[in-house]
């Protein structure tokens, strides 16, 4: 809810959503195996940090991005179980 003593935070904390609406912005799931930036959010194993490591530094290939209807898909099955 937006009240006059907030009014002004909208503009800094609600970009993301407006680029998503606007179509600016397309989030797609990526499965937490490939996605190297897992390495920044949260413990990974040795293994996991050697392969993910070589993807942030370039060293390795990246993954192939998902299109936006794999990645609906792919999505919809993780929240499956």
Do not use: H
Request: charge should be negative.
């Amino acid at each position: 809810m937006i009240t006059s003593g907030n009014r002004f935070i909208e503009r800094q904390y609600f970009k993301t959503r407006d680029w998503v609406k606007a179509g600016i912005v397309e989030p797609r799931y990526i499965n937490t195996k490939v996605n190297c930036s897992d390495m920044l959010t949260k413990a990974v194993s040795r293994e996991d940090a050697t392969v993910k490591g070589g993807m942030l530094s370039g060293v390795l290939d990246l993954p192939d991005i998902p299109t936006a209807e794999d990645a609906l898909q792919d999505g919809l099955k993780a929240t499956d179980g």
